[in-house]
Structures are given as C-alpha cells and as structure tokens.
C-alpha cells in the first residue's frame, strides 16, 4: 500500500502540467476577463474583494496558489457562480 502511495506521488512530481496549473491558467483569464468587464481596476476589484492589490495581480498572473475562501471573495466581487471562475473560456485555450 505504501509502495503504491510513493509511486504515484513520484509520477505525479514528474509530470511537467498537473491538474492544478490548468485551473490556476483559466482562473487567471476568467478573472482579467470579468474584471475588464466591470471595468474595474486590479485595485477596485481587490477593494471589493477584500484583498491586496498585489494579490490579485499575482493571481492574474498565475504566481499564486489561491484558497478556496478567496476564490469565492473574487467570484463575489465580479458578480459570478465560483465555478465559473474555473471553467474553460469558450473558443480560448489558456497560454502557458
């Protein structure tokens, strides 16, 4: 059991795109997205939020692991479902 619990953390190190780096690539877009939409700034939408401005621009930019509690301050924030936060674009693949 154990033997197997080390492989598959082993294969899951190996892979070069995990799961979580493709929600992390379409969070990013959905937020610049929506936020353009409202047309707030990364500033307005961290005020509303209840966040730094910084941190939203780092979640824009994909350079941090967002908690589930501030995903949903966000979808709050720009008026949307929390899961449509993390779905695909429609027509638009995220960049890497």
Sequence with gaps: ???????KVQQSAKDPHPPSIQAREFLAANVRLLRGALGYSQEELAFEAGLHRTFVAHVERRARNISLDNVERLAIALKVPVHELLMPIAGKTPTT
């Design 1 to 7: 059991m154990q033997r197997r619990r080390l492989e």
